[in-house]
């Protein structure tokens, strides 16, 4: 089986720093592609950044644009989300996702085959 591990999560006053990262263990390719996703009680699950072409190409929303910077090591199969100029409205869970191969577009989240815990990020 695949799993997805998140750590990295807290709490940070606004304008602060905070690095997510989400270690994949089990039988899956290195450079598959991966996102970083986020929700709050009551809202949709929210996409915040996402890999493709085996990490070589980045993806983000208007949202985080500018503020957070995805990125990923194939060997260690983990995938990073550095979250820079924090804001209260960045406060939510966040989970990563992945799936078993490299494409050549951001995904959907109804595309993704494996997703984590969850880690929750709180800006006050």
């Known amino acids: 089986d695949v799993q997805l591990v998140e750590s990295g999560g807290g709490s940070v006053q606004a304008g602060g720093s905070l690095k997510l990262s989400c270690s994949a263990s089990g039988f899956i390719f290195g450079a598959s592609d991966r996102g970083w996703y986020r929700q709050t009680p009551g809202n949709e699950c929210e996409s915040v950044a996402s890999?493709?072409?085996?990490?070589?190409?980045?993806h983000y929303s208007d949202s985080v644009k500018g503020r957070f910077t995805i990125s990923q090591d194939n060997a260690k199969k983990t995938v990073y989300l550095q979250m820079d100029s924090l804001k209260p409205e960045d406060t939510a869970m966040y989970y990563c996702a992945s799936v078993n191969r490299r494409t050549w577009y951001p995904l959907s989240a109804n595309q993704y085959n494996y997703w984590g815990q969850g880690t929750q990020v709180t800006v006050s």
């Open positions: 890999t493709y072409g085996g990490g070589s190409n980045t």
